[in-house]
């Protein structure tokens, strides 16, 4: 019924977890409408035979009057649907929002006029995105220059890469296949060009392809890229977060023991909660850690001076995902440690 529906609407491939609750929503919408409308026409049909004006009738017919009961049913009628088109589309959202614990992570890079693909233990791929069948895999998503969007209709996913933020998105692929992605925000000049793929790899192959690539050193490039753009940085990207913290002087502040300092520690930072200076309470995930080296002013946690520089423009987006990454690999000895978070006050000059 719902391939039927696929074929009659010209949608495309239902490749994943997601389009599939997508499409279900659409074709309920869809289905609905086009029940109405029909019921409607109908009606009108039957009408416009059975009342048609005959020689000898009356010009005007009585004043119909209808009861209560049918107002209130056409009126609540269709605000019930309505509705419920918006429950099952508010469901819909919230799940695509809430990516699974132990999905795999993959960085997205948008620039002019390519995508760029980063895994957290090495691997890095330009324009193929490759990742393994029946397993959550997140994106985690920004731009180097101006904002892109990431679109794979295959999944029916689709986000925006916004310079200097990292937001996320998620999917599953159930089978093994190849799916096209787009840029669908007009970027310049060669934005129609800015194709990439999503190659779903069975597990296996999966495994062996990252193995394979972490022992290579040439990155998988798509036909429309160029040699030069290869990623130029290999290994695993928090040992490259290590490094990149410490030629950005990140440690001047930070520690990776749990010491306390200018700066919180790092040591089982992500996704801890964090009291803010505002009261508010805030998850340091992805978007907090890359948004805190971005706007450094803007979230700052309670008890810690705003004394950190902005790190806009210095940092690539390959960096800030390494130290992201770098940040994520620090957790406590013991799960659920307790970390010291009293931090030093400095006496500034600002
Ligand atoms: Cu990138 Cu359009």
Redesign the pocket.
């Known amino acids: 019924m719902s391939e039927l529906m696929r074929r009659m609407l010209f949608l495309p491939e239902a490749a994943s977890t997601f389009a599939t609750r997508v499409d279900g929503l659409h074709f309920f919408v869809i289905g609905m409408s086009m029940l109405v409308a029909t019921g409607l026409a109908v009606v009108g049909l039957v009408f416009l035979v059975r009342y048609k004006r005959r020689p000898g009738d009356a010009p005007t017919t009585p004043r119909v009057e209808a009861p209560h009961w049918m107002e209130a049913l056409f009126l609540s009628l269709p605000l019930t649907f309505f509705l419920l088109w918006f429950v099952i589309g508010f469901l819909d959202f919230s799940w695509f929002n809430s990516p699974p614990r132990g999905a795999l992570d993959v960085y997205v890079m ?1 620039k ?2 390519m995508w760029k693909f980063a895994y957290a233990d090495g691997p890095s791929s330009v324009g193929v995105l490759y990742v393994p069948a029946g397993r959550p895999v997140r994106l985690l998503i920004t731009s180097r220059d101006v904002i ?2 990431f679109f794979v209709p295959d999944f029916r996913v689709k986000h925006d890469a916004v310079p200097g933020r990292y937001t996320q998105i998620w999917f599953e692929a159930p089978r093994p296949g190849r799916h096209a992605i787009y ?6 000049l060669m ?1 129609s060009r ?1 194709r990439g793929e999503v190659v779903v790899l069975a597990p296996a192959d999966f495994e062996a392809w990252s193995a394979q690539e972490q022992g290579g050193d040439v990155a998988t490039l798509s036909p429309f890229h160029e040699g030069a753009e290869v990623e130029e940085a290999r290994g695993p990207m928090a040992a490259r977060g290590r490094r990149v913290a410490a030629e950005k002087g990140c440690f001047k502040c930070h520690t990776e023991d749990g010491t306390p300092h200018i700066g919180p520690t790092w040591l089982g930072l992500y996704l801890r909660v964090e009291r803010l200076k505002s009261g508010e309470d805030i998850v340091a995930d992805e978007a907090y850690l890359t948004r805190s080296m971005m706007d450094p002013d803007a979230q700052v946690v309670a008890g810690f001076l705003p004394v950190m520089p902005t790190y806009l423009g210095q940092l690539s987006a390959t960096d800030a995902a390494a130290l992201v990454e770098y940040i994520k690999s620090l957790r406590p000895a013991r799960p659920g440690e307790a970390v010291s978070q009293e931090p030093v006050y400095v006496p500034t000059s600002r």
Do not use: F, P, R
């Open positions: 948008g002019q006029w892109h969007s840029c669908t925000e007009y970027c310049g934005h800015m």
